[in-house]
């Protein structure tokens, strides 16, 4: 199978999988015992899956529009 990426451009969907991460340890943390009925505690913890959404969407379009720049200058 011929690779149609560049390694670098695969390297910039670590950053993004990398601050998945993090958001989906922060919604954990928020959702602990003592922080749980703050009120911004209940806003941070309602915007981090349409955040989690967002960037799955942009990440998806990134690769195609990579994927299509990269076979199409071959």
């Known amino acids: ?3 149609t990426t560049k390694v670098k ?3 910039k969907f670590i950053y993004i999988a990398i601050l998945c991460i993090f958001l989906v340890v922060l919604g954990h943390f928020v959702l ?3 922080v749980a009925y703050s009120a911004w505690a209940e806003a ?3 915007a981090i899956p349409f955040l989690l959404i ?3 969407v942009a990440a998806v379009r990134r690769a195609a529009n990579m994927d299509q720049k990269n076979t199409s200058t071959d």
């Open 54 to 56: 967002g960037l799955g």
């Open 1 to 3: 199978m011929e690779r």
């Open 9 to 11: 451009d695969e390297v």
């Open 32 to 34: 602990m015992k003592d």
């Open 44 to 46: 941070t913890a309602a």
